[in-house]
């Protein structure tokens, strides 16, 4: 069974920076594509960034060039550098593993206010 977590959510100011790390157990980590999804109250959830098991990566129009998705093999985690924060990135961030299966984690609060 895949456990996904996902920490480094907070408060913080707009214009300000924050990196999500998203950890899984298991060796189908390498081999996953691995996405960051956002959810904001009353809304859809909705794809943030993904990372394939080669590198490749895609990113939502509203946060290309302020966010960067990257992975470390060795450590099992996926990382979400977001910078230039907006009031409207104001979400619970999930982190998702796919592979032959899916596996998500619980959550993490982004909040960002002055």
């Known amino acids: 069974q895949v456990h996904v977590e996902e920490s480094g959510g907070g408060l913080v100011q707009p214009g300000g920076s924050l990196r999500l790390s998203c950890a899984a157990s298991?060796?189908?980590?390498?081999?996953?594509?691995v996405a960051w999804h956002r959810q904001a109250p009353g809304k859809q959830r909705e794809l943030v960034a993904h990372i394939t098991s080669g590198g490749n990566t895609n990113y939502a129009d509203s946060v290309k060039g302020r966010f960067t998705i990257t992975r470390d093999n060795a450590k099992n985690t996926v990382y979400l550098q977001m910078n230039s924060l907006k009031p409207e990135d104001t979400a619970v961030y999930y982190c998702n593993l796919r592979w032959a299966g899916s596996a998500w984690g619980q959550g993490t609060q982004v909040t960002v206010s002055s």
């Open positions: 298991g060796r189908i980590f390498s081999i996953s594509t």
